[in-house]
């Protein structure tokens, strides 16, 4: 949303999610006693039976985004505390939604160290690693954390051995969430980010040309792009499309997608002759 009111050709994704990490933290210091009280006074107790209500929903919702902002804090001591309320959140819910987004704040709190972060992340695992679905939201999870080092935890955990790139929803799961919503460190300034899309759609074509169509949408803004990024994900682009055998639904997204900017450039330049003459 942010990015759509840039003009086109100077989004800088990192820029805009360190400007809203940012307000969050501030928003989280500034807010701190308020968003304590409303955790505390709306989030689930053991000695409360679990219930679906819309009500009941509600409060679960904005007791954890109460605790997403709080885990936000660029206080370390505050932090801290709201880490600490994630972990007993995490170790005494007794529904998904909580149990979710207690080890979701987990992983992208900055005041929890890698050790404790893998400790969460094997601890949910053996919990839930005979139930498919969760294992999804547990990928998924992983892929959407926005700090530094998303690559190469995707690129791990296809080596899982509950990944198999034969099963859409697990690719949809990790591939999918990385590249459509953890649009931080899939922008990354590096090209990292492009690169290993464009390589995992080329080794997913051959089995499921439709996903691998699909997730090529994830390049569909890239013209929007400051010129860094945007020549790092033309490129990406263009790998796939000539990629040696590509599938005719994934050439048809990737040579449209560089068309429509084609076609865009060569629209700009006729209009910049035009003004000239």
């Not at 985004?65 to 007993?88: F, I």
Request: proline share 3%.
């Amino acid at each position: 949303m942010l990015a759509d009111t840039m003009p086109s050709g100077a989004v800088d994704p990192g820029a805009i999610h360190a400007a809203r990490e940012y307000v969050i933290a501030e928003l989280s210091a500034q807010l701190k006693e308020e968003l304590l009280s409303a955790y505390k006074d709306l989030a689930s107790s053991g000695s409360e039976a679990y219930e679906h209500s819309s009500e009941a929903v509600g409060k679960r919702r904005l007791a954890n985004m109460s605790l997403r902002y709080l885990c936000a804090a660029a206080d370390g001591s505050s932090s801290s505390e709201a880490a600490a309320l994630a972990k007993a959140q995490l170790e005494t819910a007794d529904n998904m939604t909580d149990e979710s987004a207690a080890f979701e704040c987990l992983l992208d709190c900055g005041c929890v160290d890698e050790a404790e972060r893998r400790a969460v992340i094997e601890g949910f695992e053996r919990r839930w690693q005979h139930d498919a679905l969760v294992m999804d939201s547990w990928f998924s999870s992983q892929a959407a954390v926005s700090q530094a080092g998303a690559v190469d935890t995707v690129r791990k955990l296809l080596e899982h051995p509950q990944f198999k790139i034969t099963n859409p929803n697990k690719v949809r799961a990790l591939v999918g969430r990385f590249a459509m919503a953890n649009l931080a460190q899939f922008h990354d300034a590096s090209g990292s980010g492009y690169d290993f899309l464009a390589e995992f759609i080329n080794q997913l074509d051959p089995l499921n040309p439709q996903l691998a169509a699909r997730l090529t949408t994830a390049f569909r803004t890239w013209r929007r792009l400051e010129p860094v990024r945007r020549g790092k994900a033309m490129a990406a682009l263009e790998a796939i499309r000539d990629q040696e055998g590509v599938s005719p639904d994934t050439y048809e997204v990737a040579s449209k997608t560089l068309g429509d900017v084609l076609t865009e450039v060569v629209a700009e330049a006729e209009a910049a002759a035009v003004v000239e003459q």
